[in-house]
């Protein structure tokens, strides 16, 4: 069977380098299989976080030749075996150590989100009904993994470290999913115009593109809460009527 040469990142928070790694491959494996056979014939004290290895916990998330993927779902064979194949940790998130990157971060904006408020949650008066359409539509969105890739390549987070300000296409998915249920009645528009950052996305859709789980969600999800925002803040009629109303209950 052909060798593979890898080129790993060895190190912590404050200093590291990429050391080599041969080895000789074999059918099917995938790039976490190499990195658990190096771990296990070569540098035992490798560290890399992963656990399902069916492509569904989103733990072994990574950047491999300098693209967000995951280990476990990213075959041998459809990489060149040719050169090095680039295996280092996320960029946006902080580095613990090899592969493994901090990513609690996302946990605690999860937590800030209003949660779900259901109208009239007396489920027994028979008006908690959704129509097909609707279960349809945020039905994507609950496929995320959170494997925080669309985190990672989203350049408001990688590039320009905005974590205060914007809370990046994961949270906007998981807001999207909220916002769009036909039985919510909780109002997240202005979180999403001034905590939430929704304004620093420039749908350049490369969350989409990296997106295991095959979620739309520049198009789906954030495309549609920006319209929302616009026309909540931004639609000149309607802040009209807004100071319209406002004025008519002063009087």
Not at 56 to 62: F, H, R, V
Not at 193 to 204: A, D, L, R, S, V
Request: proline share 5%; hydrophobic share 35%.
């Amino acid at each position: 069977m052909p060798t593979a040469t890898f080129q790993i990142w060895r190190g912590n928070a404050t200093d590291g380098k990429f050391e080599s790694y041969s080895l000789e491959t074999s059918e099917g494996m995938v790039v976490l299989d190499a990195v658990h056979k190096i771990q296990a014939e070569q540098v035992n004290d490798l560290a890399v976080r992963w656990n399902c290895k069916a492509g569904k916990c989103g733990s072994c998330s990574a950047e491999i030749n300098g693209l967000p993927k995951l280990m476990c779902m990213t075959r041998l064979s459809d990489l060149s075996l040719d050169k090095p194949i680039l295996l280092q940790p996320m960029k946006a998130f902080p580095l613990i150590k090899d592969l493994v990157t901090d990513v609690s971060w996302n946990f605690q904006v999860k937590k800030k989100i209003k949660k779900f408020k259901p109208r009239n949650p007396d489920a027994a008066d028979g008006t908690w009904r959704i129509a097909q359409e609707d279960i349809d539509r945020v039905q994507e969105f609950r496929k995320c993994i959170e494997c925080f890739l669309c985190q990672d390549v989203c350049h408001v987070l990688r590039e320009h470290h905005l974590h205060n300000e914007f809370i990046g296409p994961r949270f906007l998915v998981y807001t999207a999913a909220l916002e769009m249920h036909p039985l919510d009645t909780e109002d997240r528009l202005e979180d999403l115009k001034k905590q939430n950052g929704i304004g620093y996305c420039n749908i350049t859709k490369c969350c989409t593109s990296v997106c295991p789980e095959d979620i739309t969600i520049t198009d789906n999800a954030i495309i549609p809460l920006k319209e929302r925002v616009v026309d909540r803040f931004y639609d000149p009629l309607k802040k009209f009527f807004r100071i319209f109303r406002s004025r008519k209950r002063e009087n």
